[in-house]
């Protein structure tokens, strides 16, 4: 695909060449449809099949992985401990491989996958033109909906003791009134080697 795009840009700039260098013999209605036709209809149409290109991949796993602050948490996927959120989902195939982050990391809403896109926009400009964090946050709150999407319907979560107990803590958890990741519930999202590192320094 990546090939298809870089002819068709080297395609487009062939076309817009030509129309700059037969600027003077373009003239009458075919003249009119050519320029239009280079300067407007060719170059939107290459940028919105790059555009949606980008954004499929931008989905991709190993799209995160390119970037040196995303690396450890793409890694912490490979962890073995049963009890990062991340790692459990990606060992135990709960998310397709090719789009693990994606598939936790994009509100189920209708805009969802738009406000994703907008994200990592925020995050190039991060990336690029200021310092990034070493340790990330979350914009927001993680919501119950996004763990409930999967898990809600599930016979095994709705009748897990641990959710049935104390009494209403299911209703709450559906409400959104108890989050999935407060403190005791599964509040480890990823396990990083720097916190295995610290953990190891303690003793």
Excluded at 181 to 203: K, Q, T, V, W, Y
């Amino acid at each position: 695909m990546s090939l298809v795009l870089a002819v068709f840009g080297i395609s487009n700039i062939i076309f817009l060449l030509a129309i700059v260098s037969q600027w003077r013999n373009l003239r009458g209605w075919t003249g009119k449809t050519v320029v239009f036709t280079g300067i407007l209809v060719f170059p939107l149409l290459w940028g919105t099949i790059v555009a949606s290109h980008n954004l499929e991949v931008g989905k991709e796993t190993g799209f995160c992985a390119k970037c040196h602050v995303m690396t450890p948490y793409v890694d912490s996927l490979k962890v073995d401990d049963d009890e990062p959120l991340s790692a459990v989902h990606y060992q135990n195939n709960w998310v397709p491989k090719k789009y693990a982050c994606y598939a936790c990391h994009t509100q189920y809403t209708v805009f969802g996958p738009v406000k994703a896109k907008l994200s990592g926009l925020k995050h190039l400009y991060i990336y690029y033109f200021t310092d990034p964090p070493e340790k990330l946050k979350l914009y927001a709150p993680y919501e119950n909906r996004e763990c409930l999407r999967c898990h809600g319907p599930s016979k095994k979560f709705l009748e897990h003791k641990k959710h049935k107990r104390p009494k209403g803590l299911l209703r709450k958890i559906m409400n959104g009134d108890k989050s999935c990741m407060a403190r005791g519930c599964h509040e480890l999202g990823h396990l990083l080697a720097s916190d295995l590192e610290d953990d190891e320094d303690d003793f």
